[in-house]
């Protein structure tokens, strides 16, 4: 196992780094990077498998908006409601919308944000 602290990336890696967050990560054994500047809200965190990094973000995210939904287009649309991504120094919203499952009998589970090693961790949304 590698115990060298991950460097920390620059804002404009990441989104390379919360892309590839995107996924089931085990937390067993990761190293949390040491921050460079005080002033600085995210930490990359090394996990087990080198792909997988997993960004941590300092300030919690917003409280969600609440949202108009539009009529639904069909009776097979479902509605995934919006959420707060975090964008390289802020957080974004992406509004809700319809779509349309990619079979039938999936469900969709929400994305959300985490409360980990003194951050915030965005889990991605997934159709089970």
């Known amino acids: 196992m590698n115990t060298r602290p991950f460097p920390v990336a620059r804002p404009s890696l990441l989104l390379l780094a919360a892309s590839l967050a995107m996924g089931t990560v085990l937390f067993a054994g990761c190293v949390v990077a040491r921050e460079r500047r005080p002033h600085r809200e995210v930490a990359v965190v090394e996990a087990p498998m080198p792909s997988q990094d997993v960004v ?3 300030r919690a995210p917003p409280a969600p908006r609440i949202e108009v939904i539009a009529e639904r287009p069909s009776p097979g649309h479902v509605w995934l409601r919006g959420h707060w991504r975090y964008a390289g120094q802020t957080y974004v919203w992406e509004p809700g919308r319809w779509v349309k499952p990619p079979r039938r009998g999936v469900v ?3 994305p959300r944000w985490e409360s980990r090693n003194g951050g915030y961790v965005y889990i991605e949304g997934f159709w089970r």
Request: net charge neutral.
């Open 108 to 110: 969709w589970v929400e």
């Open 56 to 58: 941590i973000i300092r």
